[in-house]
């Protein structure tokens, strides 16, 4: 059974930091893209970063110089470490994990950035 599962999420203050993990299992996702989505309360889903498989790497505009993916392929895991947070960057955080046929999410982590 295919399973990404997220974790790392809390409460931080603003200006502070988090890492974000997410463990795959149940197959390899070598050939698979990775990334990380977030949504926040009342909004759409939106992408963060993504990894493709030949690490290729992309950023929202809005997380870039702030946020950094990363892939360990042995352990089959994605990272988000996530500085310099801010109030708006307060969401629930997903990573997927997709091919050309399949798609697959964990159940999310959550992230408050509050004083």
């Known amino acids: 059974q295919v399973q990404l599962v997220e974790s790392g999420g809390g409460l931080v203050q603003p200006g502070g930091s988090l890492r974000l993990s997410c463990a795959a299992s149940g197959t390899s996702f070598s050939l698979y893209a990775m990334g990380w989505y977030r949504q926040a309360p009342g909004k759409q889903r939106e992408l963060v970063a993504s990894?493709?498989?030949?690490?290729?790497?992309d950023y929202a505009d809005s997380v870039k110089g702030r946020f950094t993916i990363a892939r360990d392929y042995a352990k089959n895991t994605i990272y988000l470490q996530m500085n310099s947070l801010k109030p708006e960057d307060t969401a629930v955080y997903y990573c997927?994990?997709?091919?050309?046929?399949?798609?697959?999410w964990g159940q999310g982590t959550k992230v408050t950035v509050s004083s």
């Open positions: 997927n994990a997709r091919n050309t046929r399949l798609l697959y």
């Open positions: 990894h493709t498989s030949d690490s290729n790497i």
